[in-house]
């Protein structure tokens, strides 16, 4: 799998993800961009595409109630054993 591949399944599967986020929440595509300030044309094209800008998804995201999970993104965590990872799932399941 290529580098072009591997950006194309991330952005495939945010895309799918936020749309099924959408649907459960019964919010129409109208009614997300009312919420979010983004444009109806652009949640309907990223809905398509997959094309976004990183303003927009943001946007979308706070609108929908995960912008919590943008923090996490670029971090890693240096482990030093097993002990550690368990005691930070411990920590994180509280």
Known sequence: MTNLDNI????LGIKERLH?????????????????????????RF???????????LK???????ENDFNNLFTRKNYQSIFDVIKDGDKNAK
């Open 8 to 11: 194309l399944s991330i952005k």
């Open 20 to 44: 099924d986020i959408r649907k459960t929440a019964k919010i129409s595509q109208d009614e997300l961009a009312q919420k979010s300030g983004v444009s109806f044309g652009s949640i309907k």
């Open 47 to 57: 809905e398509r595409t997959g094309e976004i800008s990183l303003s927009s998804l």
């Open 60 to 66: 979308l995201a706070m609108a929908l109630g995960y």
